[in-house]
């Protein structure tokens, strides 16, 4: 194992752990449910959805206000769960359910397990999971021409959830939500981890993994994972787990053979009782033949943390690049003349950059380059 470093201190659940407008800021949900909660929350500052999500929420979570709740299980069974947005004109609430024991932030690679956006204001308004009322359409996702539920989702004793409600309407509506289902659901279950990142760079031959918890429950180990195709991953190695941790930790460790191509990584969490949770999905490009790419990191970013645009194979050109907003409009630009095979650009030099999701792209004499900066 290779840790940097651990910064001892305890972590304050960074003030806007009453908003419930991120991931990491999500409260409990107990037995029953919540009732009468005005819709308050914030604009999803991490962006951990908005990326499509395989047609769930129609990418527009991080724009509008959101809650999140965690909800965990003490006895296996069903679970089911009833949103009612409320009244008044603006009263479109669409909701993800991501599991089991996924850890914060959740990335765009990681599929929600059940999830709609189908209710519209006017007509009937109730959604969520319920078997019941889905008709026996047997779907568990949906988008906006579906029936407003899916299927009963089965839950395992120890197993936690990660529940957004999406306020797509934008009002300030009231809403009950109220949970069934033969499981009993557990409020005092901790989640095993909380990932504040993780980010995959190619350093030359070589990929550097970097990841940083805030606290850590009875976590066991971690397996850095890849995949040439996201859906067969091989285990790369193992990195003990702090056991239990409320102080920010820096875990760091490097895969000396990727794959050549495009592959993927991400991070597996292992608890004490065999309980399992994975990381957003992080993609890198490797080309040892000398072929040209670009590559980004980190990558989501926070608005005040310093990206980075890789230039790999390069060496003695001109590659301009630009930085643009999904509207357009550009934003930053700078010819670089290359001087060696990995030369970097800074990307956010003046920290100003938006929260919102940007277009990079290199050009040189013959070909163009681009990616996707997330700015969080």
Known sequence: MKRIFTISFVLLFFNSVFSQGDCTSQVALCSGGVAGTVVNGTNDSEVTVGLGNNGCLGGGESNNKSYWYSVCFSTT?????????????????????????????????LVPVRCSYAVVSGGSKLTGINT??????????????????????????????????????????????????????????????????????LNTNQVDLTWITATETNNDYFTIQKSKDVQIFEDVFVVD?????????????????????????????????????????????????GESSISLFPNPVDANTQAYLELNQFEGQEILVVLRD??????????????????????????????????????????????KLIVK
């Not at 947005?85 to 914060?104: E, I, K, L, T």
């Not at 359409?137 to 989702?153: F, R, S």
């Not at 191509?261 to 992080?282: A, C, E, M, P, W």
């Open 77 to 109: 069974g069903t679970f089911r769960f009833t949103l009612n947005p409320g009244g008044g004109a603006f009263n479109d609430m669409d909701w993800a359910v991501w599991g089991p024991n996924p850890a914060c932030p959740i990335g765009a690679g």
């Open 326 to 371: 999904v509207t357009g409009r550009e934003i930053y630009s700078k010819i670089v003349v290359t001087q060696s095979n990995n030369e970097l650009v800074a990307l956010n030099q003046d920290g100003k950059l938006a929260k919102g999701v940007y277009l990079i792209t290199a050009s040189s004499s013959n070909k163009l380059y681009s990616k």
């Open 132 to 201: 019941a009322n889905n008709g026996g359409a047997g779907d568990i996702t949906e988008g906006a021409g579906g029936n407003q539920w899916v299927d009963d989702l089965n839950v395992v004793a120890g197993n936690c959830y990660r529940i957004c409600i999406n306020n797509y309407g934008g009002g300030s509506n009231n809403f009950t939500m109220t949970t069934g289902g033969s499981a009993t659901v557990d409020c005092l279950t901790a989640l095993p981890i909380e990932l504040l990142a993780f980010t995959a760079h």
């Open 241 to 289: 787990g702090a056991g239990n941790s409320s102080t920010i930790i820096n875990y760091f460790d490097i895969d000396k053979s990727p794959y050549t191509g495009i592959s993927y990584y991400r991070l597996k969490q292992t608890d004490f009782d065999g309980h399992v949770s994975y990381s957003n999905i992080v993609p890198i490009e490797y080309n040892p033949n």
